[in-house]
C-alpha cells in the first residue's frame, strides 16, 4: 500500500521559513519524481516544485529563489524548504509521487499539510 505523510506544515510569519516534509512508503522512491503542490481556497491546485528521479529540480516563477526541494532517497523523504514565505504562500501543500513506467503513469498524493503565512 502507497502512502505519502506529509508534515512540518503550520503558521509561519512572513519573511520567516518553514520546511515541510513528505514521508514515502509502498514505492521505489529512487524512481519517482517527487513534487510539491498547493491549493488555496477557491483556487486550482498548482505545482510549487518537483525534482526528479535524477535530482533535477523545476519551480513556479512565484516560489524560485525563496523555496527549495531536496531529496533523501535512504530515508524515502522529499522536503519543501520555504524560506521568505508571503501570505499568498497560503495554501494546503500536497505532496505528489510520479513515474511513467511502460507507458503507464503512476500517480500518488498525500493527504496533505495546511500552510499559513501570517503575522
Known amino acids: 500500500q502507497v502512502q505519502l505523510v506529509e508534515s512540518g506544515g503550520g503558521l509561519v510569519q512572513p519573511g520567516g521559513s518553514l520546511r515541510l516534509s513528505c514521508a514515502a512508503s509502498g514505492i521505489s522512491f529512487s524512481a519517482y519524481a517527487m513534487g510539491w503542490y498547493r491549493q488555496a481556497p477557491g483556487k486550482q491546485r498548482e505545482l510549487v516544485a518537483v525534482?526528479?528521479?535524477?535530482?533535477?529540480?523545476n519551480y513556479a516563477s512565484s516560489v524560485k529563489d525563496r523555496f527549495t526541494i531536496s531529496r533523501d532517497n535512504g530515508k524515502n523523504t522529499v522536503y519543501l524548504q520555504m524560506n521568505r514565505p508571503k501570505p499568498e504562500d497560503t495554501a494546503v501543500y500536497y505532496c505528489?509521487?510520479?513515474?511513467?513506467?511502460?507507458?503507464?503513469?503512476?500517480?500518488?498524493w498525500g493527504q496533505g499539510t495546511q500552510v499559513t503565512v501570517s503575522s
Open positions: 505528489n509521487a510520479h513515474r511513467l513506467r511502460f507507458g503507464v503513469n503512476y500517480d500518488y
Open positions: 525534482i526528479t528521479s535524477g535530482s533535477d529540480t
